[in-house]
């Protein structure tokens, strides 16, 4: 009889309790990127950010939203839509509105948000 | 009349093309129109260190993965997708694709496209997510002894023609359950075959159409629980059909996904499982290293894949990964085969991802190849990949 021979019997529990310290360590870290270069926000849109952060990264870095910045309110209306409706996107029809808003702050007030260069 | 599936996929297709253009020419909505683009790029030399010639084992050094995705909205309704790769297998299409969304709850989806199975395949574009690869279960050809294993279980993305359904449904702001029902044309292979031929997919020669005129069959559910900043995703996937030109040989592939964000750290887990059909042959004592059992050739073999990772961010620039993933085949295997009846590979990735300046990033990783029928193995990885 033919034994698999592999490490898999290795005791895993001090990697696992690294993995929670890190975990807890890090999970209440500040989002950024999305308001750099922006007007202060009202407390709303820094709220709505931080939840655009977050649904965002669900999927991707959320450079890829901060680099786009400059594309203009319409075009945030298409990719908030088009985010939102992907597989387990987790951002309801009354975030991606919240979403939205965060991104047309940005585009109403960061002057040096061109496309590619955030 | 027998209403076959052959006959009801493209009168759907059809159908839904048709509404879709009918909508898009409402003048209403000839001002609306709205095209975005996207693209990617990554770069990323593979060493085995542990080898001497390392591309007797890997397609090791360096690969370039390249993606331009344009999408054309059509209205509120109605949009289009198209996306070209240049990676190891030349110029792919990698989208090029209809949507037509009716509600949240009912859109279809029909073309060449990526058929929602398990979480990680809408991750698959090295710009959104940390390692060079991908994990075991959907590797394309980046995994070490990757002939012997014949790569993954279902390789990501999977590229095929079709049609999807699919809607997602939000029953309270904390609960989104989401569903996705398709027929692709499915993997493919030559008669007599043992294994899927992914070649087979990606040949113009032999024609990006279905090889057996008979789809394969599959679909997805995922409930999402969602509170402020955390999410936990299930998701259940399922696809079968056949993949030879004869519809003789069977296969069916499942899998459970598992996603907990909490902030910006990120606990994600799969598993597939992939029973397949291999054909036995006029003499299956010739074809096959192992002998009848007790009820004779088993004509099935069973390849399970799963992984499980961390991603936490170590600082505002740097990302952190753990990953644990493996592949296990159980089953008859053809005498030219290294691999035993029962096989397993499992695999340690530790890797950083550091952004550099806008959505550029370098990705550092070291795998650790723990093999049951080879010697163990080391692969280290650098790329560079950014976002356009």
Not at chain 1, 29 to 56: F, M, S, V, W
Not at chain 2, 165 to 193: K, M, T, W
Not at chain 2, 231 to 260: C, F, R
Not at chain 2, 287 to 293: P, V
């Amino acid at each position: 009889m033919k034994i698999i021979k592999t490490r898999a019997s290795r005791d895993p529990s001090g990697v696992l309790a690294a993995m929670i310290t890190i975990m807890l360590a890090t999970a209440c870290a500040e989002p950024r990127g999305l308001l750099t270069g922006a007007a202060p926000p009202p407390p709303d849109i820094r709220q709505a950010c931080a939840l655009a952060t977050t649904k965002c990264a669900h999927c991707h870095p959320i450079e890829r939203v901060v680099v786009s910045r400059g594309i203009g309110e319409r075009r945030w209306k298409m990719y908030v839509e088009q985010m939102r409706l992907k597989p387990s996107s987790g951002i309801s029809a009354a975030e991606g509105d919240v979403i939205f808003s965060c991104l047309r702050f940005v585009e109403e007030t960061c002057a040096e948000c061109k496309q590619g260069r955030s | 009349m027998i209403h076959t599936p052959r006959a009801s996929i493209p009168c759907l297709a059809a159908s839904v093309v048709a509404l879709g253009a009918t909508l898009a020419a409402s003048p209403a909505l000839a001002d609306k129109i709205e095209r975005n683009f996207a693209g990617s790029i990554q770069l990323d030399y593979m060493a085995v260190p542990s080898t001497s010639v390392g591309r007797k084992i890997a397609l090791d050094a360096a690969t370039a993965e390249v993606s331009l995705k344009v999408t054309q909205d059509f209205g509120e309704r109605m949009s289009a997708s198209i996306k070209l790769c240049v990676a190891c297998h030349g110029v792919e299409t990698g989208m090029a694709f209809f949507d037509l969304r009716l509600a949240d709850e009912l859109s279809f989806r029909v073309g060449r496209f990526t058929p929602q199975f398990g979480a990680f395949p809408i991750r698959h574009d090295p710009a959104n997510h940390r390692t060079s690869d991908k994990p075991l279960p959907y590797d394309m050809g980046r995994m070490l002894r990757l002939t012997d294993w014949n790569m993954g279980i279902l390789p990501s993305p999977w590229v095929d023609n079709g049609v999807e359904l699919s809607g997602s449904h939000f029953f309270s702001e904390s609960i989104q359950l989401d569903y996705a029902a398709y027929a692709v044309g499915g993997p493919r292979a030559a008669n007599e075959a043992a294994d899927f031929d992914y070649k087979l997919s990606r040949s113009g020669e032999l024609y990006y159409v279905d090889n057996n005129s008979r789809p394969s069959l599959g679909g997805r559910i995922a409930l999402n629980l969602i509170r402020n900043k955390n999410t936990i995703t299930a998701g259940l996937s399922a696809m079968a059909g056949t993949y030879d030109p004869e519809n003789k040989l069977n296969y069916a592939i499942a899998g459970a996904d598992l996603l907990v964000q909490i902030s910006r750290v990120f606990v994600r887990a799969e598993y597939l499982v992939r029973r397949t059909e291999m054909a036995l042959g006029t003499d299956p004592s010739l074809r096959f290293k192992y002998g009848a059992g007790k009820n004779g050739y088993d004509a099935y073999f069973l390849k399970q894949g799963f992984y499980a990772e961390l991603e936490v961010p170590i600082s505002d620039r740097v990302d952190g990964i753990v990953r644990w993933d493996g592949l296990r085949r159980q089953g008859n295997v053809l005498r030219t085969s290294e691999l035993r009846s029962d096989s397993a590979v499992l695999r340690y990735t530790l890797g950083a991802s550091i952004r550099l300046a806008g959505a550029t990033r370098i990705k550092l990783s070291g795998e650790a190849y723990d093999f049951s029928d080879f010697k163990d193995e080391i692969a280290v990885h650098l790329a560079v990949a950014g976002a356009l």
